[in-house]
């Protein structure tokens, strides 16, 4: 499929200002040179033209907010000053398997202020000695090349760096729903432990109370048993002497009636 015909087909019926990214991935150019592509896609922050026999880019058009662009797999050779004239805020340049072969080349691309990331995978001036030193102090302004920086520590990826804002935005918005932060809670905790450390103080001096209750009760309860013994010792003693007075009354009476009887004896 020509690009111009892939370019019609991707609008699906929209403005081409409406279009913030492209994909003409594995079209045809006309000549080695880009179609159906001008100023009108002025919003466009994506291209894409990935294996498209792409050999120049002077037809490119003005792009003033495109981010990133995809080039892989074409036949540049030179050329990329048009890149700083109309791509002036590129961050992220993938020109891997094209024919680039030194440095003067790559040179043009100085200009590109905001160029972070650069891919040069698979072109012929990877094979140069100190290769990956010469680009990082040629173009200083780059943090990544072919993935990785001055210390081989490898270049996040873009979709995953999207993810991780939306997980953190998803965090969040759970955060908010879930409640108070973690230090309410805690505060909510430790009045809870405040209290409970309270009842259990109550508890304890309600136990010593009732235990001090007991003994009290029980004490007392032990000196009614030994004041009813007692009074059962003096109820009983009562009771043995009124029986010895009566006992006594008797043998008096006997005594006086035997007295009596020895006297009528007399007489």
Do not use: H, W
């Amino acid at each position: 499929m020509e690009m111009k015909k892939k370019i019609n087909l991707e609008l699906r019926n929209r403005a081409p200002e409406e279009v913030t990214e492209l994909v003409l991935d594995n079209c045809l150019c006309v000549n080695g040179e880009i179609e159906g592509l001008n100023d009108t896609f002025k919003e466009l922050e994506f291209l894409s033209m990935a294996n498209v026999e792409l050999s120049s880019l002077a037809r490119l058009p003005s792009l003033n907010k495109l981010r990133k662009l995809e080039l892989s797999d074409n036949i540049i050779s030179g050329g990329l000053e048009v890149l700083a004239e109309k791509c002036p805020n590129l961050t992220y340049l993938n020109l891997s398997g094209n024919k680039i072969k030194d440095l003067s080349t790559v040179e043009a691309l100085q200009n590109l202020k905001n160029l972070k990331s650069l891919d040069l995978f698979n072109c012929e001036i990877t094979n140069l000695e100190d290769y990956r030193e010469s680009i990082f102090e040629l173009l200083q302004q780059i943090t990544y090349l072919d993935g990785f920086d001055q210390e081989d520590n490898e270049a996040p990826d873009s979709e995953e760096e999207d993810d991780e804002d939306g997980d953190e935005d998803d965090e969040e918005e759970e955060e908010n729903e879930a409640g108070p932060p973690e230090e309410y809670e805690e505060e909510e905790e430790e009045e809870e432990d405040e209290d409970e450390d309270e009842d259990e103080d109550e508890d304890e001096a309600g136990s010593e109370l009732g235990e001090g209750e007991e003994e009290v009760g029980l004490s007392y309860l032990m000196k009614e048993e030994i004041q009813d013994e007692e009074d059962d010792d003096d109820y009983v003693e009562e009771g043995e002497e009124e029986e010895e007075e009566e006992e006594e009354g008797l043998r008096g009476e006997k005594r006086k009636r035997d007295a009596e009887d020895d006297g009528e004896e007399d007489d």
